[in-house]
């Protein structure tokens, strides 16, 4: 049976994200073009900006800025969308390819932002997936890299500490 989850809902709040497929299908990376397009649509529709992202296999981070838009409401819609999508490419009719819910975090303050834009930009490192998250084209690393944000051997060196938790 499935919970009657409430979550504090308060308007122009910056929250980061994650959402997971369903039994941790690796169908993200392959079909990161539609998840992305599914993300610009809720900039551009819903007026919301997401300030950071990585897609992984089988799962997606984000550090979204809802606007005043309801964040449940928000990726219900950003999820629908890139499954019509999906299945449309794949030419399936039903079967679901994300996990009920999603994991939230509200930003609290400007460092608790910053350890959270890094641990996205640092999630392919942690998962082996690659050596420098400057390698990993599925995230926004390179535009903060290209920004100042970071020096070029960031994430390389020495491994950042993460204390938290971040939903995986």
């Known amino acids: 049976m499935m919970s009657k989850l409430r979550r504090h809902y308060q308007g122009a709040n910056?929250?980061?994200?994650?959402?997971?497929?369903?039994d941790r299908s690796p169908i993200l990376v392959q079909n990161s073009d539609l998840l992305l397009t599914a993300m610009r649509m809720l900039e551009e529709i819903d007026g919301v900006e997401i300030v950071a992202w990585v897609i992984m296999p089988d799962h997606i981070h984000?550090?979204?800025?809802?606007?005043?838009?309801?964040?449940?409401?928000?990726?219900?819609?950003m999820k629908q969308k890139f499954a019509a999508q999906y299945r449309s490419r794949?030419?399936?009719?039903?079967?679901?390819?994300?996990?009920?819910r999603f994991w939230d975090h509200?930003?609290?303050?400007?460092?608790?932002?910053?350890?959270?834009?890094d641990y996205i930009h640092y999630n392919p490192v942690k998962h082996g997936i690659c050596r420098s998250p400057t390698d990993?084209?599925?995230?926004?690393?390179?535009?903060?890299?290209?920004n100042g944000y970071y020096d070029d051997e960031w994430g390389t060196k020495d491994e950042p500490r993460f204390d938290g938790a971040f939903g995986e």
């Open 62 to 77: 984000m550090v979204m800025d809802s606007g005043l838009e309801d964040l449940s409401r928000l990726m219900h819609r």
């Open 90 to 100: 794949k030419r399936i009719t039903s079967g679901r390819l994300w996990q009920h």
């Open 136 to 146: 990993y084209p599925h995230s926004s690393f390179n535009e903060f890299l290209q």
């Open 14 to 22: 910056i929250y980061f994200i994650t959402a997971v497929t369903y």
């Open 106 to 117: 509200m930003i609290r303050d400007d460092e608790d932002l910053r350890k959270h834009i």
